[in-house]
């Protein structure tokens, strides 16, 4: 059963903060896929990528929306809500 998101009044006009995981870059590691910050425009690496910085930047920030940032992909995520927007 799909929650309602209640923090869609938290999302903001963000630009990526890069062309990719923030973190990754900076340790000169990889990821699988990208997600970025609707808040802050954060640009971290997917769960599926062993360091998983979109969600630790979710649980550090209680920033709430994600959206993916591949190509052809056009979804939202809330990690408070547990649901695709």
Known sequence: MNTACTHL????NVSPS???????????DSWVHLRECLVCGHVGCCDS???KH???HFHA??????R?????????WCYVDQTFL
Do not use: F, Y
């Open 61 to 66: 920030t209680e920033h709430p929306i994600v």
């Open 49 to 51: 990528s062993k360091n």
């Open 18 to 28: 890069g062309n990719g995981c923030e973190e990754c870059l900076a340790i000169g």
């Open 9 to 12: 009044n938290q999302i903001q």
């Open 68 to 76: 993916s940032i591949e190509p052809g992909e056009n979804w939202r």
């Open 54 to 56: 979109a969600t630790k």
